[in-house]
């Protein structure tokens, strides 16, 4: 078994509430990581939104209707970004 790195967690967590519940609580994530969701992952988060694939607001981040349907872009993206290290 592979060690995670931090920030491997972080991806993984996020697109596993996504794939498991359709959302991700923030206030968890944050107590978790000691990161705002939302601000760590801005810019993929903001991008998604504008494809109207996620929703936010205080309490969570998830898959909007639409998301839901095109999920595997939604979880590839997050992914992606990481791979890459582009964000």
């Keep these: 078994i592979t ?12 697109v596993e509430g996504l794939a498991e519940t359709g959302r991700v609580d923030k206030r968890r994530f944050l107590k ?32 909007s209707y639409l998301g839901k349907f095109l999920c595997e872009d939604v979880y590839s993206s997050f992914f992606l970004k990481f791979i890459l290290n582009l964000y």
Excluded: A
Excluded at 33 to 45: A, K, Q, R, W
């Design 32 to 63: 978790e990581f000691g990161e705002d969701p939302g601000v760590y992952f801005s810019n993929i988060i903001n991008r998604l939104k504008g494809r109207k694939l996620l929703y936010v607001n205080d309490k969570e981040i998830g898959l």
């Design 3 to 14: 060690h995670l790195s931090r920030k491997e967690r972080m991806h993984r967590v996020f």
